[in-house]
């Protein structure tokens, strides 16, 4: 319909009252009747029927009985009478008599399928007597009876029955009977019957939902731009089931259509007057489930409008254990959002969690700086230091490198301090083989190394320990000198012995010389050579305070991934070396950004010239990160694209912050290391700038957060130069010409001083021994 109605002139207005369920009940119970009434008309029944039977029935019993009797009976009778009696009579009579009788009989029988028996009779009888006699007696008479009897009887009786009955009874029917009958239905009852009894159940469905009178109506300046758009409007709200209401368009024009604009200014439903059938409407009843398809929104952008699929997230944080302990210290990261509203609730991270590190991942512009800048400011806040390493942009400079307690080195000296550091140096504590063998895994990471390359290597820096005095099985120095350590010129002067000393011949000698020598030649001149030095800054200051690394002056990417690896294991060594307890709390972090440089994501598989090199060296690299957290070691490591760090990366953080990814690979390899549901995975494809996606790993679900801005002014970093390299080069030639000509000069000599501008020089270990 949008699109339909596109670059239209026109106002719709969708007009919906409410019924009340008394004129909801009342038309329920006209429906009924109507139902009722129709119901008998529905269907008729015709049946004929024909039955027929005959019954046959036999039955025989036989009866004996016999039966004998005898009486005897004794009886004595004694009887006196006397009788006097005296009479006399006179008689006088005459007597007539006359009979008469008259008898009617009339008996009538008619029989049908029902009998009927009719019997009539009438009778009459008269009589007349008549007598007459005259007569005269006189008599006496005089009797004595006397009687004497005496009898004897005897009765004896006795009795004898017996019955025998043989019965047999035996009936046999038979009969036929036929039925036929007709049913016939009236269609159009039936039709009638089935639209009320869809009305009733959207009348039930009504009185759950809630009961409607709607109509759309459409206002042009142009009829055919009403009529077609509510033709389409009609059309949509069409379906299978809209034949139990009858649709209707109308059109009201000119002055015609003024009583209908005062009624829909009132919002209320014009009311048309009909003669026949009173007052109407053009609305029509709907229940509110029906009601809200004539409000659908639109499934898919527009030119006017934009539709955004969102998925739903955990709106609070909820512990898998149900338990939810509030933290001593929190890192106040934002607020929960739920289908792009920003909910109240706030997503608080524990302070103590984030030494189990963090991983922190986004495309560019999702703000993930924003996010990484937000932690360590509340980080801050909690009296945790930060150490950023940060190797492309160097934006953290120009954010907290205004700040009086945050340290700036970088690796030119025109922009910021110089960075510097002796890769070779190693603290109290660890073992000169343990810190070779780590530094020869990190040279495996940034450089291409196959066939001998690693073991040269090795050789060659055992070699150049030696030489510094240091007793490879003791880890002590024979000289006395604990602070005495090679750099990079030593191990390129025992390289190149190593090498010419070995059995290789000459042309894998001189591959060897191409590959490994002039990489490390290239360390000890430029600026690689004022950054690898023995002038190192101190580990206390590089590593407990707030201090931001800038490599982004760096131009080759295997420097850049070297100076990564040896800060990161000149760390864990130095926590190692101060380590107070076993899981500390959270002391420090360190931000590794793009830290695919050191952690970038190598092959498993092995080639036939020997073992991953890589893989292995990034396995010693990611497990020396996860064991720091027991120092109170926290990493934060950040990186634009999931699938280009080691998978270590993301299986050895416990809080994981997914911001805009738009790769399906990445997105899966984060989102399922993080709780989130196939249908949830698409979404991070359409998270704006400052949402992300946060989990922990005792979390029950992960929620979407909107990111708090970090309020800071980004302005540009100024540094102020100090010469500081040509003045350690200037006191250390005074001091080199003071100690040749000391002689002659008889000048007085501060040997500690002269000593410790040697140590701290270029020069190697031979000559600084000499």
């Known amino acids: 319909f949008i699109d339909a109605a596109e670059n239209q002139d026109y106002q719709a207005l969708i007009l919906a009252e409410p019924v009340s369920n008394r004129e909801l009940n009342a038309i329920e119970a006209k429906y009924s009747n109507i139902a009722t009434q129709l119901s008998p008309l529905l269907k008729q029944q015709v049946s004929f029927g024909e039955n027929s039977s005959e019954s046959i029935g036999t039955s025989i019993s036989r009866g004996i009985t016999e039966s004998f009797t005898q009486t005897t009976s004794n009886t004595k009778t004694i009887s006196i009478g006397k009788s006097i009696g005296h009479s006399i009579t006179q008689t006088e009579g005459t007597t007539l008599g006359s009979s008469t009788t008259i008898g009617v009989s009339n008996s009538v029988g008619t029989s049908s399928f029902l009998p009927v028996h009719s019997q009539t009779t009438i009778s009459a009888s008269e009589t007349v007597s008549y007598s007459k006699s005259s007569s005269t007696s006189k008599g006496t008479t005089t009797t004595d009876t006397e ?222 700086s924003n996010t990484v800048y937000q932690l360590l400011s509340e980080l801050n806040k909690n009296d945790v230091n930060f150490m950023v390493i940060e190797p492309a942009k160097g934006e953290y400079k120009n954010v907290f490198g205004h700040r009086e307690d945050v340290t700036v080195l970088g690796t030119n000296p025109l922009q910021a301090e110089l960075l510097k550091i002796n890769p070779f140096k190693f603290p109290k504590g660890v073992h000169v083989l343990e810190h070779i063998d780590r530094l020869v895994e990190i040279f495996n990471v940034c450089w291409p190394m196959y066939a001998a390359m690693p073991a040269i290597l090795k050789d060659a820096m055992l070699e150049a320990y030696k030489t510094s005095g240091w007793d490879l099985d003791t880890s002590c120095n024979l000289f006395g000198k604990d602070n005495l350590f090679p750099t990079f010129i030593d191990l390129l002067i025992q390289l190149e012995k190593v090498i010419q000393q070995s059995a290789f011949s000459e042309e894998v000698k001189s591959n060897y010389i191409g590959s490994l020598v002039t990489r490390v030649k290239s ?144 997105r899966r390899l984060a989102g399922k290391a993080s709780g989130v549901t196939d249908e949830q995975l698409e979404e991070i494809t359409k998270l704006p700038k400052g949402v992300a996606v946060v989990y922990q790993n005792d979390w029950l679900e992960p929620v979407l957060c909107k990111i708090h801005h970090f309020d800071a002014e980004e302005k540009l970093y100024q540094y102020e130069s100090q010469n500081q390299l040509s003045d350690e080069k200037k006191a250390f030639h005074q001091h080199i010409a003071d100690l040749l000509f000391s002689q002659k000069t008889k000048k007085q000599l501060d040997l500690v001083e002269i000593s410790k501008s040697i140590e701290q020089s270029k020069l190697g270990v031979e000559y600084k021994n000499y």
């Open 523 to 666: 360390l000890t001149n430029g600026l690689n050579g004022q950054i690898f030095a023995s002038n190192e800054i101190d580990n206390t200051q590089l590593f407990n305070s707030n201090v931001i690394v800038d490599l982004s002056r760096i131009g080759s990417q295997e420097t850049k991934s070297l100076i990564m690896g040896i800060l990161v294991m000149r760390l864990s060594e130095h926590r190692m070396s101060n380590a107070n307890g076993m899981n500390q709390p959270l002391k420090h972090v360190t931000v590794l950004e793009e830290a695919h440089n050191i952690l970038k994501r190598t092959s498993t598989e092995q080639s036939s010239e020997g073992s991953n090199v890589a893989g292995k060296a990034v396995e010693m690299l990611s497990n020396a990160i996860a064991e720091m957290r027991t120092y109170g070691e926290g990493f934060i490591i950040a990186d634009q694209s999931p699938s280009a760090v080691d998978i270590s990366a993301i299986r050895n953080t416990n809080t994981k912050i997914i911001m805009r990814l738009p790769d399906e690979s990445d």
């Open 147 to 368: 009687t004497n009897s005496s009898s004897i009887s005897t009765s004896d009786a006795h009795g004898n029955s017996t019955t025998d009955t043989i019965g047999k009874n035996e009936t046999q029917t038979v009969g036929t009977s036929r039925t036929i009958a007709f049913d016939s239905t009236n269609k159009s009852i039936e039709r009638l019957l089935a639209k009320l009894e869809q009305n009733l159940e959207r009348i039930d469905e009504a009185h759950n939902y809630g009961a409607w009178y709607t109509a759309a109506y459409f206002v042009s300046s142009h009829s055919y731009v009403s009529e077609s758009l509510a033709s389409i409007f009609l059309g949509l709200m069409r379906g299978e089931k809209s034949n139990s209401e009858y649709f209707a368009l109308n059109t009201w024009e000119n002055e015609k259509a003024q009583p209908i604009f005062d009624s829909l200014s009132q919002l209320s439903h014009p009311v048309i007057d009909m003669a026949e059938l009173g007052e109407l409407s053009p609305a029509t009843l709907v229940s509110g489930k029906e009601m809200a398809i004539q409000l659908g929104l639109p499934r898919r952008s527009t030119s006017t409008v934009t539709v955004i699929e969102a998925q739903t997230f955990g709106r609070q944080i909820q512990n898998v254990d149900g338990f939810m302990q509030k933290a001593e210290k929190v890192v106040d990261l934002g607020v929960v959002r739920h289908l792009w509203t920003d909910l109240p609730q706030k997503v608080e991270l524990d302070a103590k969690k984030l030494a189990s590190h963090i991983f922190v991942t986004g495309s560019t512009g999702s703000g993930k």
